[in-house]
């Protein structure tokens, strides 16, 4: 079992940056992919990166490459994502999610577990 708490969300402009944070915690022995996905007003979750347990593969979404980039630090259980020249259509909030696999997966059904989600608000 995976206790996951997300952070770091908040209001910025267009332009701006903010490092979201997730810390792990309960049985983080074994190895687990990590990933964020987001949910916009109206729009169904998606998808928006993940991360292998050794750190060596990364995925995004189109929409983000190049903008975001996600890591994790294992001594610390953490993952993090760092989101620069935000835009205001990256309005969302932002979960965290672990998966009982080392390996990524970019469908939110293979997360087992979730963190509250933080609050992502771009202005233009």
């Known amino acids: 079992q995976v206790q996951l708490v997300d952070s770091g969300g908040g209001l910025v402009q267009a332009g701006g940056s903010l490092r979201l944070s997730c810390a792990a915690s309960?049985?983080?022995?074994?190895?687990?992919?990590m990933g964020w996905f987001r949910q916009a007003p109206g729009k169904e979750r998606e998808f928006v990166s993940t991360?292998?347990?050794?750190?060596?593969?990364?995925y995004y979404v189109d929409s983000v490459k190049g903008r975001f980039t996600i890591s994790r630090d294992n001594a610390k259980n953490t993952m993090y994502l760092q989101m620069n020249s935000l835009k205001p259509e990256d309005t969302a909030v932002y979960y965290c999610?672990?998966?009982?696999?080392?390996?990524?997966?970019?469908?939110?059904?293979?997360?087992?577990?979730w963190g509250q989600g933080t609050q992502v608000t771009v202005s233009s």
């Open positions: 999610a672990a998966r009982d696999y080392s390996t990524t997966s970019r469908r939110a059904g293979e997360y087992a577990y």
């Open positions: 309960g049985r983080t022995s074994s190895s687990y992919a």
């Open positions: 991360i292998s347990w050794s750190g060596a593969t990364t």
